[in-house]
Nanobody
């Protein structure tokens, strides 16, 4: 199985920056897409950004131009650089990956999620 461990969340003032990191570990053959989702209180989980193995990226319209996703394939790590943060960016941010894993019953492609890291915007 695959474990995802996020870090880098915290309390920041509007206009500030944070950098989230997420490291994947476990018994996987390979990792396909990696990304970040977020969930604000009372809202559904929503896509923030994703990145393919080759570096192709996709962003939510609300974060385009402010957030940058990147990854280090050698370290199975994905990053989210968040600049010009706004109060509406307050949420729990979840790391995600799609990985090829060997289970007792065979080889599968599965989605995995981290536990989440809190980002709070407050002046």
């Amino acid at each position: 199985q695959v474990q995802l461990v996020e870090s880098g969340g915290g309390l920041v003032q509007p206009g500030g920056s944070l950098r989230l990191s997420c490291a994947a570990s476990g018994s996987m053959f390979s990792i396909n897409a990696m990304g970040w989702y977020r969930q604000a209180p009372g809202n559904q989980r929503e896509l923030v950004a994703t990145i393919s193995t080759g570096g192709s990226t996709k962003y939510a319209d609300s974060v385009k131009g402010r957030f940058t996703i990147s990854r280090d394939n050698a370290k199975n790590t994905v990053f989210l650089q968040m600049n010009s943060l706004k109060p509406e960016d307050t949420a729990v941010y979840f790391c995600y990956c799609n990985a090829v894993v060997r289970l007792p019953s065979g080889v599968f492609i599965r989605d995995y999620w981290g536990q989440g890291t809190q980002v709070i915007l407050s002046s």
